[in-house]
């Protein structure tokens, strides 16, 4: 309800309130956040990039991408973004699968086909040093790295209140007590509370199993990369 110049919840609604900022963690780690869906969202960026790439040197398509023209260009209207729903954008990543760039066709076969990218945990702050190691080495066989070996992390910060003196703002939930008085959400509840101000940070290192398991070629070098990532 109106009060002053925001908007308060009754006391007696907290719960529905707690159960609103919960679920929306919930959502986050469990499905957005998912190391499935974060795999496939990697390979998805990296069609994007492949193609752009591409276009920008000159590239023939087979079936030349009409309707990302505008975003490669960095002319992206509106009209343009409306269009690019999932049917137009899986048409061209299943035409795609029959392209003859190596790298193209295989990341659109991949995404087609849900034959997603694996992953291990990985810390940045550690693990830099290993990361490119497994740089020289992907190139060392015949792997782009660029497409190839990707750190993806995903963050979320469920709920806080402002705190003067921070650059962001942050709009608190307030909570009108039976008495009249107004009170910050998470000084009344103890489950939101607990997640508080609390970022959770997640690090992980996408790469293809299947490329780095196959000894026809490079054996040498793909062996490293199974021993650096644990798999051996």
Same mark, same amino acid.
């Given at each position: 309800?109106p009060r ?5 919840? !009754?006391?007696?609604?907290m719960?529905a %309130?707690? +159960?609103y900022?919960?679920s ?5 780690w469990? %499905?957005?956040?998912h190391?499935?869906?974060r795999?496939?969202? $990697?390979? /998805?960026t ?5 193609? !752009?790439? /591409?276009?920008? &040197?000159g590239? $023939?398509?087979t079936?030349?991408p009409?309707?990302?023209?505008? #975003?490669? &260009?960095g002319? /992206?209207?509106?009209?343009?973004? %409306?269009? /690019?729903d ?9 035409a795609?699968?029959?392209?003859? +760039? ?10 087609? *086909? ?5 992953? $291990?945990?990985?810390n @940045? *702050?550690e693990?830099?040093?290993a ?8 190139k060392? =066989?015949?792997? +782009?790295?660029?497409?190839?070996? %990707? ?6 910060? @469920?709920?806080?209140?402002?705190r003067?003196?921070?650059? &962001?703002?942050?709009?608190? #939930? ?8 107004i !009170?910050?959400l998470s000084?009344?509840? =103890?489950i $939101? ?6 970022r959770?940070? +997640?690090?992980?290192?996408?790469? @293809? ?9 490079h054996?040498? =070098? ?6 650096l990532l644990?798999?051996?």
């Amino acid at each position: 309800r109106p009060r002053e110049d925001q908007i308060v919840i !009754k006391e007696s609604g907290m719960h529905a %309130v707690e +159960d609103y900022i919960m679920s929306r963690y919930q959502m986050y780690w469990q %499905v957005y956040f998912h190391p499935v869906t974060r795999s496939a969202e $990697v390979i /998805l960026t990296k069609i994007l990039h492949r193609a !752009k790439q /591409l276009h920008d &040197e000159g590239y $023939v398509f087979t079936h030349a991408p009409v309707h990302f023209y505008s #975003i490669f &260009e960095g002319k /992206l209207t509106l009209e343009d973004y %409306v269009k /690019l729903d999932e049917s137009i954008i899986l048409y061209y990543f299943q035409a795609w699968e029959d392209e003859e +760039d190596a790298i193209l066709s295989d990341l659109c076969r991949r995404f087609i *086909n849900r034959q997603l990218f694996q992953y $291990v945990e990985f810390n @940045p *702050n550690e693990e830099m040093s290993a990361y490119f190691e497994l740089t020289s080495l992907f190139k060392e =066989a015949g792997i +782009d790295p660029s497409y190839y070996l %990707v750190v993806d992390s995903s963050s979320d910060l @469920p709920y806080d209140f402002y705190r003067p003196g921070e650059e &962001e703002e942050r709009l608190p #939930i307030h909570l009108l007590t039976q008495n009249g008085q107004i !009170k910050e959400l998470s000084r009344q509840s =103890a489950i $939101v509370e607990s997640i508080s101000g609390k970022r959770r940070t +997640d690090h992980k290192l996408y790469y @293809p199993k299947d490329l780095i398991c196959d000894g026809s070629e490079h054996p040498e =070098a793909k062996m490293k990369i199974r021993q650096l990532l644990g798999l051996t």
